[in-house]
């Protein structure tokens, strides 16, 4: 099982939010709930999670399921404006 949560700078979880997930053969987009949480089952192996959301700056992440265990990933988005530095 492989498990993300999926917050904003203030660590308020980001309802909807698009997770795909590509490795062992899978290639698909999962969608978190309202609590910017969700749960998949996975077969053990390496997977890539690339995480995006309107207003946000896309995120990506490695999930590293294996056998027995739950493989957790907490993702954290930042909208573009916090980006910027001042001169």
């Known amino acids: ?3 993300a949560t ?3 700078p203030a660590g308020v979880g980001i309802a909807n939010v698009a997770v795909r997930l590509t490795g062992q053969g899978i290639d698909e987009v999962f969608v978190g709930d309202a609590y910017g949480q969700l749960a998949v089952q996975l077969p053990v192996g390496t997977y ?8 946000y700056l896309p995120a990506d ?3 590293n399921v294996e ?4 493989a957790q990933i907490n993702v954290q988005l930042i909208p573009p404006m916090l980006m910027d530095t001042p001169n």
Request: charged share 15%; glycine share 10%.
């Open 6 to 8: 999926v917050t904003d």
């Open 48 to 55: 890539a999670a690339h995480v995006e959301m309107p207003g």
């Open 67 to 70: 056998e027995g265990q739950t």
């Open 1 to 3: 099982v492989a498990q």
């Open 61 to 63: 992440a490695t999930i």
